[in-house]
């Protein structure tokens, strides 16, 4: 099979499908694009630098601060603009501190579901709308062959109908994997994120004697 011969019977496939095969292709561009946005963004070191956590765990009660505010400033991200908003508040009570450094969290935790959405949308309404465009198809096909219809050119427009069901599948599906490997992928670094923050807090408020 010739790469011209492929090409055309790509091409022929995704007509076939209709209209609704327009929107998934849309979908999967939005859902590709959401995948790779996210995968850039959810690197470890562009959330929880191993820098920032090793000063926060190297710092004892009673240190100074310079190092771990030089290497905040160095390694710009989540937890550093949570551990910025926690060494800013210092002259609050803990409470108060505590209460600002979960507000800023729950930003940074908004700002890492970013984009989220398009794959749980991509994950429901991909099936449904490859499946809506199955059933326009067959009531297509039904309609103008009527009772006389030839079964072989029935089930040739049967096949060509359920091409949308496959590309809905096919965009659910990675679209599904990659939601579930983000979401527990962020559940993870929150809770690393306020070990840290929690670790840094204890360190600073030393109960008085």
């Known amino acids: 099979m010739t790469p011209d011969s492929v090409v055309s019977s790509i091409a022929r496939f ?3 499908g209709g ?8 979908l999967s561009v939005l859902s590709l694009a959401a995948i790779i946005l996210r995968a850039r963004r959810l690197r470890e070191k562009a959330i929880i630098p191993r820098a920032v956590v090793d000063c926060v765990g190297g710092l004892q009660p009673g240190d100074t601060l310079d190092r771990l505010l030089k290497i905040i400033d160095k390694h710009p991200s989540a937890i550093s603009r949570i551990l910025s908003t926690l060494l800013s508040h210092l002259n609050w009570s803990k409470s108060e501190n505590l209460e600002a450094v979960q507000t800023c969290a729950r930003h940074e935790m908004a700002r890492m579901e970013k984009g989220m959405i398009i794959l749980e949308i991509a994950t429901g309404a991909g ?4 499946l809506l465009g199955t059933l326009s198809g067959l009531v297509g096909i039904f309609s103008t062959l009527g009772g006389s219809g030839d079964p072989v ?8 109908a359920l091409n949308t069901t496959i590309i809905g599948l096919a965009v659910a599906v990675p679209s599904l994997i990659a939601h579930s490997y ?3 992928r962020i559940e993870m ?3 690393e994120m306020e070990s840290v923050a929690a670790d840094l807090l204890a360190k600073l408020y030393q ?3």
Do not use: D, H, T
Request: no cysteine; charged share 10%; net charge positive.
């Open 189 to 191: 670094m929150a809770v």
């Open 127 to 130: 099936p449904l709308i490859g």
């Open 153 to 160: 050119v029935i089930a040739k427009g049967i096949s060509e």
């Open 19 to 26: 209209p609704f095969m327009g929107v998934l292709l849309i």
């Open 207 to 209: 109960p008085s004697a």
């Open 14 to 16: 995704f007509i076939l």
């Open 182 to 184: 983000f979401q527990r």
